[in-house]
């Protein structure tokens, strides 16, 4: 169970750092959840495609993971692997583009839905 | 001394002779693909998302410091948590569908591209939806 603990592990730490320490407000914003759906629906044909059980490409050790597979054979701890993955590097874009300057935070704050344009 | 006869042709390249032998064989197009499928997939994923760059002005691949900034962490971690799996036999890779080429640590080349290219995609959709929702609600 080592995977499903770790991943656990890894989405807890990751809204932690967002919560308490980055603050870059995407939880709070629908441009971070649609784009993050979207992600979900092409992480499920891309990480099927690298697990499903008919020509595996990854192989997953029955005894670290919970043995819950979904959709094409995913173990269920590959989406909050994903999760962590994904959203640590938005939080950390949106920090990277806070950080320059007014003109940049304007354009690329967590306003989500702010005035992007023209850039 | 006998003379070694010469190759013919359809010795040296068996595809060409139509004829008896079944299962892959050296020279088959699928034997050789095989080995970078988890490449190829990697490689579609750069080459579908590469459209929010251009047609949806996502600006992720045109700033690279910040993409640098946003990429160079959770690659540092993620690789850090692949080691210890492989390591520990949490996952391992089907020989058939990976080059076999290694970073250190054991690590497979796919693994790193992986998390190079899978945020990226992230942050070309989550630039493209904001672009989008941006237009849509001035």
């Known amino acids: ?18 919560v308490l320490w980055l603050r870059t407000g995407i939880f709070a914003t629908a441009t ?30 029955p005894d670290e993971f919970s043995g819950w597979r979904v959709f094409f ?5 590959d989406f909050l692997f994903g999760f962590a993955l994904i959203t640590l590097t938005i939080m950390l874009w949106e920090r990277a583009g806070q950080r320059r300057g007014t003109a940049a935070s304007a354009g690329s704050g967590a306003g989500g839905t702010g005035p992007t344009l023209p850039r | 001394m006998a003379e070694a006869p010469p190759i013919r042709p359809c010795e040296r390249y068996p595809r060409c002779a139509p004829y008896t032998h079944s299962g892959p064989r050296y020279g088959d197009v699928s034997v ?22 251009f047609l949806f002005g996502a600006r992720v691949w045109r700033r690279p410091r910040r993409l640098v900034a946003a990429l160079a962490v959770p690659l540092a971690i993620f690789v850090v948590w692949d080691v210890i799996a492989i390591a520990r036999d949490h996952w ?17 080349v796919e693994e790193f591209v992986f998390f190079v290219v899978i945020p990226i995609c992230g ?3 989550f630039e493209a939806v904001r672009r989008v929702l941006a237009h849509h609600t001035r």
Do not use: H
């Open chain 1, 73 to 77: 054979d995913s173990p269920v701890e």
């Open chain 2, 123 to 125: 942050l070309l959709t």
């Open chain 1, 32 to 61: 971070y959840w649609i784009a993050y759906g979207i992600v979900v629906f092409f992480q499920i044909l891309v990480d099927g495609w690298l697990t499903k059980l008919s020509a595996p490409i990854v192989l997953y050790n």
């Open chain 2, 32 to 53: 050789d693909l095989d080995r970078f499928q988890y490449l190829l997939v990697m490689g579609a994923c750069v080459a579908i998302t590469l459209p929010l760059e």
């Open chain 2, 92 to 108: 391992s890779f089907n020989p058939e569908y990976v080059t076999g080429w290694k970073l250190p640590l054991d690590l497979p």
């Open chain 1, 1 to 18: 169970m080592e995977y499903t603990i770790a991943s656990i592990v890894a989405v807890v730490v990751v809204v932690a750092v967002e």
